[in-house]
């Protein structure tokens, strides 16, 4: 298969995210489900599978993002950039709410990426009220 990812390129992905998706900061080892290897530029879009285009994703946010790479603000209605989790600090441009259980979108990248991932769904909300009252969210 061209442009396939190996193992230890996923391996390596992993380790640099932390094991945490990188929109919706959710921990592999909290949710129990297996990260996806997402292309921060899709593959359709002529990114490639190297690590600089590569990083973690949980099956939610890759499934909302699809081959998304700008959305629209809700507040100003303007065309923007997707988040980049690797280029740019989460907390930059979202913040926790809701004791830890929703997120907010701090600039246009922000409010756009969280309205376009879904960051707030009606599946995760429930699963971070739990993970809250255990302890294991937000992560720091």
């Known amino acids: 298969m061209p442009d396939a990812i190996s193992k230890a390129l996923r391996e390596r992905i992993a380790a640099e995210a932390g094991h945490r998706c990188g929109y919706c900061l959710t921990d592999q080892h909290v949710s129990g489900a297996q990260m996806h290897i997402e292309h921060l530029t899709p593959r359709s879009r002529g990114g ?19 081959t998304q790479t700008e959305a629209v603000d809700p507040d100003t209605g303007d065309l923007v950039s997707l988040f980049n989790p690797r280029e740019q600090r989460w907390s ?43 302890g294991w969210h937000p992560p720091a």
């Open 48 to 66: 490639r599978s190297e690590p600089a285009n590569l990083w973690l994703s949980c099956a939610w946010c890759n499934s909302y993002k699809g």
């Open 92 to 134: 930059d441009h979202f913040a926790w709410t809701d004791g830890g259980v929703r997120i907010r979108g701090l600039t246009p990248t922000g409010r756009a990426t969280a309205e376009a991932l879904r960051l707030n769904n009606p599946y995760i909300v429930p699963a971070r009220r739990l993970w809250v009252v255990a």
